[in-house]
């Protein structure tokens, strides 16, 4: 089993910036493909950015130049760095991890980009 716990989430003002962390417990994370999901009021739960276990990021237009995911393996940690934030990116956002189809989520963070 995976376990994963986010963290960082919190009140923003419209253009801040908010760094996600993603720490995993239990097993190793170097070789699953890692994404960050979100889900705002009202809304179904969406896809930010996945890095696949190379290295490899891809972003859903939205997100693409004010988003950036990363990962340390050694840390077993996952980060989402957000800039440029709005009140359109407030959302409750998950960490999940993806090991040839098998998925782990996290308890999500919540995120409010708002004034």
């Known amino acids: 089993q995976v376990q994963l716990v986010e963290s960082g989430g919190g009140l923003v003002q419209p253009g801040g910036s908010l760094r996600l962390s993603c720490a995993a417990s239990?097993?190793?994370?170097?070789?699953?493909?890692m994404g960050w999901y979100r889900q705002a009021p009202g809304k179904q739960r969406e896809l930010v950015t996945v890095?696949?276990?190379?290295?490899?990021?891809n972003y859903v237009d939205s997100v693409k130049g004010r988003f950036t995911i990363s990962r340390d393996g050694i840390a077993n940690m996952v980060y989402l760095q957000m800039n440029s934030l709005s009140p359109e990116d407030t959302a409750v956002y998950y960490c999940?991890?993806?090991?040839?189809?098998?998925?782990?989520w996290g308890r999500g963070t919540q995120v409010t980009g708002s004034s």
């Open positions: 239990g097993r190793t994370l170097s070789l699953y493909s």
């Open positions: 999940q991890a993806n090991d040839r189809g098998r998925v782990y």
């Open positions: 890095i696949n276990a190379a290295g490899s990021p």
